[in-house]
């Protein structure tokens, strides 16, 4: 079985920066892609960003240019480094990954960008 945490929500100013993260534990498929969602109040869950486990990235066509998705496969832990937030990007974040015959998601973290 698959456990996913996420750390790294919080309140941040429009223009500010976060970095949320994502550990993985447990039966870990070597062949497996993780990827960041979000869903904001309303709204449907949406791709952030996603990374396979050959590093292959892929960004929703609203990240442009200001997030970041990273892994380190030896801790089996994804990143997203967040840039120039805006209140827009306000939303729950989830981390989710998926591996043959697994979809596993985490709990979400709160990213709350306002003045």
């Known amino acids: 079985q698959v456990h996913l945490v996420e750390s790294g929500g919080g309140l941040v100013q429009p223009g500010g920066s976060l970095g949320l993260s994502c550990a993985a534990s447990g039966n870990i498929h070597s062949n497996n892609r993780m990827a960041w969602y979000r869903q904001a109040p309303g709204k449907q869950r949406v791709l952030v960003a996603q990374?396979?486990?050959?590093?292959?990235?892929y960004y929703g066509d609203f990240v442009r240019g200001r997030f970041t998705i990273s892994q380190d496969t030896a801790k089996n832990t994804m990143y997203l480094q967040m840039n120039s937030l805006q209140p827009e990007d306000t939303a729950v974040y989830y981390c989710?990954?998926?591996?043959?015959?697994?979809?596993?998601w985490g709990q979400g973290t709160q990213v709350t960008v306002s003045s």
């Open positions: 989710n990954i998926l591996f043959p015959g697994g979809n596993v």
């Open positions: 990374i396979t486990s050959g590093g292959i990235v």
